[in-house]
């Protein structure tokens, strides 16, 4: 069987097994999301500069937020527990924060104001840009910088106190800022003469910065701010593909270094902990890599419904063993599990059975052998049949079943 007639087999059933969820409702187009490390809590604001936020339960129930804010809102963010969220005012980019609790009748405590000098925008920047927000891995502190760093410090805020630190060097040029894996570390990102990104670890308490990854391209953090990961692109005429490493950030010790199928760089999609990252691709497969170690990466089917052409904001959610992809588009915010693409080859056409929970499949590279699959949990074979007939299969051939799905009919021979 051909690999694009393999994949495109498995999609058909694996489409089933995404067990997506969506939140929509957002007033205007999502123009950006965080989310907490479980995914459980989401805040969103639009073009409009509105904030909803949406709380969503283990068994699946979402609860939606209108934050009706009287000033318009941009760059949300969620603390790794979910339990703060904040985002800066457009008026006058200030930082404002909220305590949330999911379980109350309304989940959105008062809000808090982080009083500060404001920023001041360039005429032509709109101002979208400028302002930089982050909390800490312990929701203890929250970091507040800005593009134009020559002119705004870079500050550290106790948000339950209200008391700033103003960190004592300026840090020009940051696209990114992240707090590191403690409350005294952070990460900052910005571009090199070469027009690459270049990260550096910033201690709060003296401004001593320590590069961390050079000319890197895709560069991020995970949630806890534990990894960075970064990419070197590949050149086409020493057919070296890209290469992509991830980066301790305690000790600055390079984890892994793994090569690409491509020579060019794509974002790599880490998850909250640290412990693995997702390598999006234009093609039926993508590829699920462990940050440390040498293992070989689990090859996943590419969710349907993702768009490859423009890179929306993407989260790494869910276990080893069921990831799950979150990303935005224009309307909504969705979460698809992503399913293995190994295991057995696919022989014919699968067969879903009854609501899609169960997949009946001819396997091996004979076909001789039916099985009844889990499409979802475990994935235990129900049943398993061998097929000896003395006429094979054909590869096209679709399984005949009746309604009420107690009988099939499979190769008919003498």
Known sequence: MSPALRNALLRRYASVKEKAWILSGVEGKIDSVAMSANGAVTLATSDTRRATLFLRTKQGKVR????????????????????????????????VWHDVTPTAPYPVGPAHLLKGPPVKAKPDDGGNLRKLIDFSRTSRYLVEAAADSATFPVR???????????LPKNIPGIKSIWFGPDDTTLVAMGATASQTDAMDTVDI??????????????????????????CHQGDGESSANALYQTVRVADRRVLRSYRADTTSCGPAVLDAMGDRFVLPDYGDTWEVVSVDGDDRPREVIAPSRVSTDITPERFLLGSEKEPVLAFKGDSSISGQTL?????????GVPRLLGDGRTVLVRLGEKGDSLRVMETEGDNRDLATVSVKAKTPPAKEQVIAINKAETLMADVIHP
């Open 64 to 95: 939606q937020v209108n934050l009706c804010l009287r000033p318009n809102v941009l760059k949300p963010t969620v603390s790794l527990d979910g339990q703060r969220i904040a985002y800066v005012r457009d008026e006058d980019r200030a930082v």
């Open 156 to 166: 550290v805020w106790d948000p339950k106190t209200g008391r700033r630190h103003d």
């Open 205 to 230: 308490r003296t401004g001593t910065r320590r590069r961390l990854v050079r000319d890197g391209r895709e560069s991020g953090v995970s949630g806890d701010g534990s990894v960075a990961v970064t």
């Open 339 to 347: 399913v293995s693409a190994d295991g057995d080859t696919a022989y």
